[in-house]
């Protein structure tokens, strides 16, 4: 995944840009980096890894080094960026955030012909800011060329420019896979994935851009370029995971949904008559709790913490290269609660069950701790498809996703006919998935949010949603 923000301003904007691309760290983990214009220095930009330290450690200087009254700044778990441009439409700085399905063909036919070529990073990999920018410059001037670039892209990709005059163009994917969000305070205007990144910072909320909409943006004015589309596809995956809790997106508060999320998985135990002999109900941390929460609320059973994250030293799990490394800093990280596992019936609610890879091992220590039974509850349907718009799992191949895995084991290749029945959990296929699953992780059960039951819960028209992981509509 990844992040941008970005500040025009009648008054140095440095500080806003560092504080607001940081407030977007839970969106990726590999690089961050900054731009900026100052009408002296012009263009500037800084880069830097992330893998093992926070991003405002890595760019503390840049409130020294880096001038300017405008800035961008993002987070991102691909390429470096910002990239610096100079194209026949101007010298500019940009950073986009999506996924590029089709990078090589693109290249072979709009990079190539009459003798052209293409930068590349180590191991002639496509970086994919570069390939956007390229695809800009196709056209004579930004608006045309944005436009262009989200036509013949597969995949999605929302795009922040800041041009050699200090001016910022925003764009917000073609169908509004993620948010873009326009703050303004009496010096100027700011741009944003998480519209809290700016609140902090003393803006309010302005405009959300709608699925396509570009926008200019000086210290004085917003200017449309091109409106937003009518088909809206909002990943899902925003509410019942990556968004941050006190994030809202189209009117539906991040948080809040989560609650409601528990509430209709706990409403769905009740109802099927399951896991209703329970000490308490517990969240996989960090963003697994407040689906709990929903879910002790409705059942009236007592919410606990019985492992605590230890993140002062350990806050990122997934920050190791290799998955046993990642493994085994999950495990390093989770200190016991004795007195809330040993001997004590529990259910904990995950925000999803991508590869299972950790889960083994939260399980093992809750059992090695004493647990006398551990249920697991899933705030989302059986993971089907890898996401293949905004790269928010790691995986290479659906046969990463655990669901898909149990399915090839219990009815090989031929049984990916039948996926919408594995993810029913009514049917034979669903009730045998569930099954198998638990046995292999040592759940005394385990159920997955209904995709019904996570409309429901985010609450706006199912059409407006991508749910492509689950169930592999488009």
């Not at 220095?41 to 405008?70: A, C, W, Y």
């Not at 045309?144 to 795009?159: A, L, N, P, R």
């Not at 200190?335 to 040993?342: A, C, G, H, Y």
């Not at 895995?405 to 996926?419: A, K, N, P, Q, V």
Request: hydrophobic content about 35%; charged content about 25%; overall charge negative.
């Amino acid at each position: 995944m990844g992040g941008f923000f970005g500040v025009v301003s009648k008054r140095d904007a440095i500080s806003d840009v560092f504080f607001g691309t940081d407030y977007h760290s839970h969106l990726g983990t590999k690089r961050g980096g900054m731009a900026a214009y100052d009408k002296e220095i012009g263009l500037q930009r800084e880069i830097h890894k992330i893998e093992n330290s926070p991003f405002r450690t890595k760019f503390e200087d840049v409130l020294i080094e880096m001038r300017g009254n405008s800035a961008i700044g993002c987070i991102s778990d691909t390429h470096p960026q910002p990239l610096l441009i100079r194209s026949n439409i101007g010298t500019y700085a940009i950073s986009i955030v999506g996924r590029i399905n089709n990078s090589e063909e693109l290249i072979e036919k709009y990079l190539l012909p009459n003798g052209g070529h293409f930068g590349v990073m180590t191991g002639g990999l496509v970086n994919s800011v570069e390939l956007v920018a390229s695809l800009i410059n196709h056209k004579s001037n930004f608006t045309e060329g944005i436009k262009f670039t989200q036509d013949v892209i597969d995949g999605s990709v929302s795009i922040l420019i800041l041009k050699d005059n200090g001016d910022l163009i925003a764009a917000r994917d073609k169908l509004g896979r993620i948010p873009v969000i326009i703050g303004k305070n009496e010096d100027g205007y700011s741009v944003s994935f998480e519209f809290f990144a700016f609140e902090k910072l003393g803006y309010v909320t302005e405009k959300e851009l709608g699925p396509g909409e570009i926008v200019e943006l000086t210290p004085d004015s917003m200017t449309q370029l091109s409106p937003p589309g009518n088909e809206m596809k909002m990943c899902s995956f925003l509410w019942t995971y990556y968004g941050y809790s006190n994030s809202t997106y189209e009117n539906v508060n991040v948080e809040l949904m989560r609650y409601k999320n528990g509430k209709i998985l706990a409403e769905n135990d009740r109802a099927a008559g399951i896991a209703t002999d329970i000490d308490y109900v517990c969240g996989v941390p960090d963003s697994g709790t407040p689906h709990a929460i929903g879910y002790a609320n409705e059942s009236g059973v007592h919410f606990a913490r019985p492992f605590i994250k230890y993140t002062p030293t350990w806050s990122r799990s997934f920050t190791p290269s290799t998955q046993q490394e990642r493994n085994k800093v999950a495990k390093m990280k989770q200190i016991p609660v004795k007195e809330l596992i040993e001997g004590k019936k529990l259910l904990f609610v995950d925000d999803s069950i991508v590869r299972g890879t950790q889960l083994k091992e939260t399980v093992d220590f809750l059992y090695d701790h004493g647990a006398k039974a551990v249920h697991m509850r899933s705030a989302c349907p059986p993971i089907m498809y890898g996401c293949k718009y905004l790269n928010f799992s790691r995986g290479t191949s659906d046969l990463d996703l655990i669901a898909r895995r149990t399915i090839l084991e219990l009815e090989g290749e031929s049984g990916f006919d039948y996926i919408e029945e594995y993810s029913d959990p009514s049917t034979e296929r669903g009730k045998k998935l569930r099954r198998t699953i638990a046995d292999k992780f040592n759940f005394d059960s385990l159920e997955f949010q209904s995709l019904e039951g996570i409309i429901k819960a985010i609450g706006i028209e199912p059409c407006k949603l991508c749910t492509y992981c689950w169930n592999g509509k488009e």
